[in-house]
């Protein structure tokens, strides 16, 4: 069943029964190669999980578990092989939301859920995304409103020698790098660690380009518009959605993909999407919007 999570709202089942997991496969459409987060709420269970429990790794979880931080690491042997496709690694998180947790503590076993949305497409951050993309597939929706943080966790692996980010989310790097020092970036050309982090990813069914100063862009009643805070001046075009009215990160993040719905809804032709400043939440906000308008891009 789909259920809130502090980031976006998950698909979730039983992590130990791989004919549940085969389902969330094919409800999402989602290729058997991407492997999926397996979310706890009790500590032990990351104990019978994972065999490799270091240092590093309890300082990053006292610090910032529960919450947006997935951590890959060695998995152990309980894990079945279509939950991490067939990786000798383990995705974990521990959410924070109160429901997410309650939910995983009463089904008394860990639950693998990826994000409720049909592969590629922009994830949920409201029981409405849910039900426009799976509603008539899933028998049940955990509803708890929309989802305070609004973009998925942060994945960090924990495999090699030095962290390496696989995917910019709601923990900003910077918070991680104060605790545990340098991390590594995964470069969009190198080969894909992170299976799930295909350049077209998180898209909106309409058109997406990004800009970085409005004269950039042709305003017209066809467009659609997406702004980090308030303009100076008006704006004309069809929709204009802004992410936060002074400019804060945080609730950017919180609206960008309600946003993202909404003017994918609104019948424009194309949406343009304003750059937005790459430090703190603004670095997955970017990631997002970078993946979403990169099918689009010339
Ligand atoms: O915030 C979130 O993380 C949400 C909520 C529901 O918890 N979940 C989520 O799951 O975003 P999903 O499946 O949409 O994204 C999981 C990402 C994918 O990019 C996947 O490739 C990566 O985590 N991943 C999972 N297991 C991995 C592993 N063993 N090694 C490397 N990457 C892994
Ligand atoms: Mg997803």
Same mark, same amino acid.
């Given at each position: ?150 973009? =998925? ?23 991680? =790098? ?66 936060? =009215? ?53």
């Amino acid at each position: 069943m789909a259920f809130p999570t502090e980031t976006v709202y998950g698909l979730g089942a039983d992590a130990l029964n791989p004919r549940a997991i085969a389902k969330i496969f094919k409800i999402k459409k989602r290729p058997t190669f991407d492997p999926l987060i397996v979310h706890i709420a009790e500590m032990e269970w990351l104990h019978k999980l994972t065999r490799q429990v270091d240092e590093r790794t309890l300082t990053l979880i006292k610090k910032f578990w529960p919450g947006p931080l997935t951590l890959v690491l060695l998995k152990s042997s309980l894990v079945p092989d279509i939950v991490t496709a067939g990786l000798d690694t383990v995705a974990v998180r521990m959410p924070a939301h109160p429901v997410a947790r309650k939910f995983i503590k009463l089904s008394q076993t860990p639950i693998a859920a990826p994000s409720a949305n049909l592969f590629g497409h922009l994830s949920p951050t409201t029981v409405a995304h849910v039900e426009k993309q799976l509603g008539k597939k899933i028998d049940l929706i955990l509803d708890a409103g929309k989802c305070p943080v609004g973009v =998925e966790s942060t994945v960090l692996s924990l495999v090699g020698g030095k962290p390496v980010l696989l995917r910019p989310g709601g923990l900003p790097l910077e918070e991680i =790098e104060k605790v545990i020092g340098k991390v590594v970036r995964q470069s969009k050309t190198k080969t894909i660690q992170s299976p799930g982090q295909l350049q077209s990813h998180y898209s909106p069914r309409t058109p997406m380009k990004l800009f970085k100063s409005l004269n950039q862009i042709p305003l017209n009643n066809n467009v659609g518009v997406l702004l980090f805070k308030r303009p100076v001046l008006k704006i004309k075009a069809r929709t204009v959605e802004i992410l936060s =009215e002074k400019g804060d990160l945080t609730e950017a993040a919180a609206n960008l993909f309600l946003a993202l719905h909404r003017l994918d809804e609104s019948g424009v032709k194309i949406i343009y999407a304003e750059c937005i400043p790459a430090v703190g939440l603004g670095s997955a906000i970017m990631d997002r919007l970078e993946r979403a308008s990169s099918k689009s891009a010339t």
